[in-house]
């Protein structure tokens, strides 16, 4: 019997019919068990879903506080020329200008100073304040508040604070040099211009620019700055621009 077996094929035993019944059954246990896995998953991923805890947009997960959107830093860009800088009537680093004091015993004289590079100015008994950046209005209630409010120096003051007009100088290898009014923001490149641009002569990549709050000079590359805005030097009031001449 076993010799029977060995040597004719298993289907020639088992009936086709029989055969056919296992295939089926096979197919449709492999099918079923095939979409009862999607299943399976979708409902993990749905229950995954409602336990993810959803942020509030603009707040930390931690609770912490919100951060402006955009800003990764959470700091406001800051003008080099100040918090307004488009208005005339905001003090900039350079402006010359007249602290009156009145309605005190024995007022001091008017303090005239220009604005430092850091912004500040010296008052009277020593105090420091920062100019650049407000309006005269801002500032004369700043100064007042400082000696009667925080100090307590006095009962009472009048502030009063005067601008010298505005100017910055150019010179050197440029079409029309002298002073120009300072209106606005301006930058090496701008003052050039308004000179009426380089001549033939100039030494483009040596502009020396003399800054009159401390007489430091800083020496601007306008090819540079020509194609790298960021590389054109800001000009303050009182400012001197001045374009060398090329030996080539």
Known sequence: MLRILIRFPLGRLIPRG?????????????STTRA????????????????????????AA??????????ASGKNPVSVFGAAAGSMDVLRMGDSISVIY????????????????DGK?????????????????????????????REKVYR??????????????????????GALP????????????????FTDFAKKTSVVVTRASDK???TVNCNRALKDPSRDLPVFPGDVVFVKKSIW
């Open 102 to 117: 009145s309605d005190i015993p024995s007022p001091p004289a008017a303090s005239t100073q220009q604005i430092r590079e």
């Open 36 to 59: 009862a896995d999607p299943a399976a998953t979708e409902s993990t991923g749905s229950t995954a879903e409602k336990k993810k805890t959803t942020v509030p947009e603009g707040k």
């Open 121 to 149: 100015i010296t008052l009277h008994l020593n105090y420091t304040v920062v100019a650049a950046g407000k309006t005269r209005g801002d500032l004369e209630r700043e100064i007042r508040d400082l000696y009667v409010i």
């Open 216 to 218: 430091s000079q800083i």
């Open 62 to 71: 931690g609770g912490g506080k919100a951060t402006p959107q955009g800003d």
């Open 18 to 30: 029989v055969l056919s019944l296992a295939g089926v059954l096979l197919l449709f246990f492999a």
């Open 182 to 197: 300072h209106n606005g923001d301006l930058t090496v490149l701008k003052v050039i211009n308004a000179a009426g641009g």
């Open 156 to 177: 009472d003051i009048t502030i009063a604070i005067q601008t010298a007009t505005r100017f910055v100088s150019v010179g050197g290898e440029v079409r029309t040099p």
